[in-house]
């Protein structure tokens, strides 16, 4: 049997989602692989990887909202807005800065974040592969060139203030008056240029201990952090954005770092969740590559991802008998009349609903009800529920098999 499942991978710092693609793809011997959602080399998290037949219905999937965790560094701006770029306009938060963002359990910042939810105009990095004229953006910027700025549509759906970090403990912030704050203040910060050292975030280590994963990305010291540049840096953001297709979540902390009336840009971008898919599911691409070495057969491979019916489980599935799946393999919409109209039972809407599986469950593709066709317990299609004049009708929107494999 062919392998078409589904491989969740915790992609690490340092690796394109291209290369984490093709090495699964070649440990598995498969024919294609895909996967949802382009992470940067320098991010790291959740990458859901589609082999051979699956890989069709990625068009249907990559549209699913995404859930991502930004460190975020306050006070400087990147050329390219993260880490691999060079620090501009780099200034340390002034005492007063510091304390107005996290007085009064960070209410300032708390607001400011929470308004960048909605749906918005949202101009596209420099540093980024969007294709102008034939040629991409950072290639424009490598060159010194100008260029017209881009801009999408995007929409935060949600934005949270997960924590903070800086050189005054929240503790220090509750507990010690205003005076004593700016002094405690001015001598960590004098400290930290005389040691020429960046503090060091505990914040994202954290964070993996909760998700329990076994190996992890490389540690927050060995990121690609720009080397010493007069600037150090007092406070840290972790927060959570939860954002439609394409959003640059770097942007979207440069943004947010103009509304606290300072400059920001993303340290480390962790994804956590890409549609219904989680990263507490995932493996590294090491912990594949050990699960794959104890197995021998393709069935036993197929058998360590998600099958489809699993993977999508919040679908209806339709249970296809003979005739119905030789239909579907032909392209053909399969058809069901009121009771009355109908030639034979099972063409009528009861026996449609007496197939139907999971049927309240809604899907979140397009705003359309889609169902999953199954036959003799593999998933050979999706199909959408439509409504026709005189009864209702599943019709193919993407085959996994055709006729030639009858």
Request: hydrophobic fraction near 40%; glycine fraction near 4%.
């Amino acid at each position: 049997m062919l392998n078409n499942s589904i491989y969740l991978i915790y992609k690490s710092i340092g690796p394109s989602s291209f290369a984490c693609v093709n090495q699964l793809r070649h440990s598995l011997g498969a024919e294609k692989a895909g996967h949802i959602g382009t992470l940067d080399p320098f991010a790291e998290g959740l990458l859901p990887v589609f082999v051979n037949r699956a890989t069709r219905l990625i068009p249907y999937l990559e549209v699913a909202s995404k859930t991502y965790r930004a460190l975020v560094v306050l006070g400087a701006k990147s050329t390219s807005l993260d880490a691999n770029g060079e620090l501009v306009s780099k200034q340390e938060l002034s005492f007063q800065a510091y304390y107005a963002l996290l007085k009064d359990d960070a209410a300032l910042a708390k607001a400011q974040i929470q308004q960048l939810v909605g749906v918005s105009e949202q101009e596209i990095p420099l540093y980024s592969a969007k294709k102008v004229n034939g040629k991409k953006l950072y290639e424009y910027a490598r060159q010194n060139q100008s260029v017209e700025k881009q801009y999408k549509t995007i929409e935060v759906t949600a934005a949270k203030l997960l924590n903070f970090q800086g050189i005054i403990s929240q503790t220090e912030l509750a507990e010690l008056d205003l005076a004593k704050l700016e002094q405690l203040y001015t001598e960590r910060l004098n400290e930290l240029k005389q040691q020429k050292a960046w503090p060091n975030p505990t914040l994202f280590p954290a964070a993996k201990a909760r998700l329990q994963m076994k190996k992890l990305a490389k540690p927050l010291e060995q990121a690609a952090i720009s080397a010493w540049c007069k600037f150090t840096p007092t406070l840290y953001f972790d927060i959570e954005f939860t954002v439609s297709k394409g959003t640059f979540i770097r942007a979207l902390v440069a943004d947010l770092g103009k509304r606290l009336g300072t400059e920001a840009y993303t340290l480390r971008l962790l994804r956590t969740k890409v549609g219904q898919f989680d990263l507490a599911d995932a493996h590294s691409e090491s912990e594949w590559q050990d699960l794959f070495a104890q197995t021998k057969s393709e069935t036993e491979r197929a058998k360590l991802g998600l099958n489809l019916q699993t993977a999508f489980s919040n679908l209806p599935n339709y249970v296809c008998n003979d005739k119905e799946h030789k239909w579907l393999l032909q392209g053909r919409t399969l058809s069901f009349y009121q009771k009355e109209l109908a030639k034979k039972p099972e063409y009528s809407t009861e026996h449609l609903w007496k197939n139907l599986i999971n049927l309240p469950a809604m899907s979140i593709i397009k705003q359309r009800q889609y169902v999953l066709a199954i036959y003799e317990g593999q998933v050979i299609a999706l199909l959408s529920l439509q409504e026709m004049e005189q009864g209702l009708q599943l019709v193919p929107e993407r085959m996994l098999f055709s006729h030639e494999d009858l």
